[in-house]
């Protein structure tokens, strides 16, 4: 099983130079298997990530209500850094069906979109092929298909949330049979993938994150993204569980892991 534990992951503020830099010095770190356990370090291997060696590219995730565009700053950076980089591509307005602490379903395809159409490229192309088709969104790399009437209709129809959409603001009661919309093709993948990425979420898209890389059901699908994932970053996450539908999704994630954590104590 795969377990990130939030005592692990650095929250940081913003995203500054200075910060870029840092980032991508734990990301080294991480390459060379000096990845440091303590609760100030603000990078976190998968447990199925027994090899560095695999670290081949990064994914960037956005935050809460922002898009692609906003992080196409740090996405040049760590190009230039050599780790080829690919945002999630998604304008600002695809956080819709989400608002009031409803499902991040939607999200999570777009995630798994990203991440499985880059480890795509990477099993039939060489680093260089891979960092010229990751230049434009819009260019050499695959998009999805989602409209603003996908997204008036997921906003109706995702569960959870303040108006409890489903019945219900606990992820574990969401109906299972709500598909986000939209077209999100899925390439063809040679499992067990030896190239794996970095993911880095900004702001939700942290502990988003963190629900795309579990084994455990989500509204009906599991994701287990930590099969193409060798380690996750997060960037100014919120990972303490609250009180109220916004953190449902956060307190979700952290109790999983919670019994995942002692499940193996009680293993060893």
């Not at 590219?57 to 690919?86: I, N």
């Not at 230049?135 to 569960?159: C, M, R, V």
Request: one cysteine or more.
């Amino acid at each position: 099983t795969s377990v990130i534990s939030s005592k692990i992951i650095t929250r940081i503020a913003n995203m500054t130079g200075l910060i870029r830099s840092f980032l991508f010095l734990q990301l080294i770190t991480l390459c060379h298997g000096l990845s440091s356990s303590s609760p100030s370090s603000s990078a976190a291997k998968t447990s199925g990530s027994s090899s560095t060696e695999h670290l081949a590219a990064a994914v960037l995730v956005p935050g809460y209500l922002t898009g692609a565009d906003e992080l196409k700053s740090l996405e040049a950076s760590l190009r230039q850094q050599g780790l080829p980089t690919v945002t999630v591509p998604m304008p600002n307005w695809h956080w819709l069906p989400v608002m009031g602490g409803r499902s991040v379903r939607p999200i999570l395809e777009r995630i798994d979109f990203t991440v499985q159409q880059l480890i795509a490229q990477l099993d039939t192309n060489n680093k260089e092929e891979v960092e010229d088709a990751m230049k434009l969104h819009s260019g050499n790399f695959p998009t999805f298909q989602y409209s603003l009437i996908d997204a008036w209709k997921d906003f109706q129809e995702n569960p959870g949330g303040v108006a409890q959409v489903g019945g219900s603001v606990c992820p574990s009661e969401y109906p299972k049979d709500i598909e986000p919309r939209g077209i999100f093709p899925r390439p063809e993948l040679s499992l067990p993938n030896k190239k794996k990425i970095a993911l880095i979420g900004h702001s939700a898209g942290g502990w988003i994150s963190r629900i795309y890389l579990s084994e455990r059901e989500y509204g009906g699908k599991v994701y287990n993204g930590s099969e193409f994932v060798h380690s996750l970053v997060t960037l100014g996450t919120p990972h303490a569980s609250a009180p109220g539908p916004a953190f449902a999704g956060i307190s979700w994630i952290n109790e999983h892991e919670e019994q995942l954590q002692q499940q193996q104590q009680q293993q060893d």
